[in-house]
């Protein structure tokens, strides 16, 4: 199992009498995108910059790369990136003294290869174009580019994808798998369009009102948002004997005595039916079932259960 660099520890964030955060327990493994979801004002950033370690928490612990001393947490700060609401550019300089700037205020040796950096971001090196003159995706890989200045092995982006166009958001997804797939480097981002999250994530974070309310791997989330026939019967122990011996169906699980899920011959709901209803066996439910993260997410926030 991969190791977890990232964690928190019942952490709780306060202002004044608003309770931003509540009891949070994230665990993010080395190597993982991980996804943060969840509504306006959930808490979302709030969370991103105490990992960051740019506020600190009411009561709670954070553990990162396996260290809770607050004393030496800092020191690792070094080994974090991260990108969080709108990062500071200089508009009348070029991306290069831009990362200058960094490179001087982080303290970094001059001997640093910024053009390094502004390869792994695709921008051009000998460009001597203004920061006013750059596109939004231009400067959202600035920004990553100042985040990624210092090596680190965490890298966390708050949503990185607003303002862009549908190109800037493929260019930026393909950038940011290959930072994780090639360099290693552990992703937290947090978006409020799902359907790009989706196509990154390896693992997610729902939160809602200050609560993480689930972390879900994105195979198990797949899998739980799996179509299948969804059956809702009298007795599911008799169902299965029915669909084994007389339809030959053996892709199902049963989730209780009355619940199975059938993740095959999905075009052929009305001939189980009516052969459970043969088999004297009580159809209450026969109905084709699935989530995307979108619709998946909007029930979990709801308090829905998941059958
Ligand atoms: N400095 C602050 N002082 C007081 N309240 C704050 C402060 N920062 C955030 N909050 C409150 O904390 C709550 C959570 O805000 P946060 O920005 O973490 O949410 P979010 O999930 O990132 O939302 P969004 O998706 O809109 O960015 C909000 O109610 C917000 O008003």
Do not use: W
């Not at 799902?194 to 693992?203: F, N, P």
């Amino acid at each position: 199992m991969s190791e977890v660099i990232c964690q928190t520890i019942n952490l709780t964030k306060k202002y004044k009498d608003n309770l931003v955060l509540d009891n949070v327990n994230v665990n993010i493994k080395r190597g993982e995108i991980y996804g943060l979801i969840g509504e306006n004002g959930a808490g979302k950033t709030t969370l991103i910059k105490i990992i960051a370690q740019l506020i600190k928490s009411t009561e709670g612990k954070i553990k990162l790369f396996g260290c809770t001393d607050e004393n030496k947490l800092s020191k690792l700060q070094k080994n974090i990136g991260y990108t969080i609401e709108n990062p500071a550019l200089y508009m009348d300089m070029t991306a290069r003294q831009n990362l200058e700037v960094i490179r001087m205020e982080k303290g970094i040796p001059g001997t640093y290869d910024i053009d390094r950096v502004l390869k792994l971001v695709n921008l051009d090196i000998r460009d001597k174009k203004k920061v006013k003159n750059f596109s939004m995706g231009m400067k959202q890989r600035l920004a990553l580019a100042m985040a990624l200045l210092d090596e680190p092995e965490l890298l966390i982006l708050d949503e990185p994808l607003n303002g862009l166009d549908p190109t800037g958001i493929l260019e930026l997804r393909h950038l940011l798998i290959r930072l994780n797939v090639e360099k290693g480097i552990t992703i937290v981002l947090s978006s409020h369009i799902l359907s790009e999250l989706y196509k990154l994530s390896t693992c997610y974070g729902i939160m809602h009102k200050g609560k993480l309310i689930e972390e879900i791997s994105a195979d198990e989330l797949d899998n739980r948002c799996k179509k299948h026939i969804f059956l809702n019967v009298s007795d599911s122990k008799l169902a299965t004997v029915v669909l084994e011996k007389e339809l030959a169906i053996y892709d199902y699980i049963v989730c209780s005595d009355k619940i199975i899920k059938i993740y095959s011959n999905l075009d052929e709901c009305s001939k189980i039916n009516s052969k459970l209803v043969l088999n004297n066996v009580l159809v209450e439910e026969i109905s084709i079932k699935g989530d995307t993260l979108e619709s998946y997410f909007t029930k979990v926030i709801g308090g829905a259960t998941h059958v």
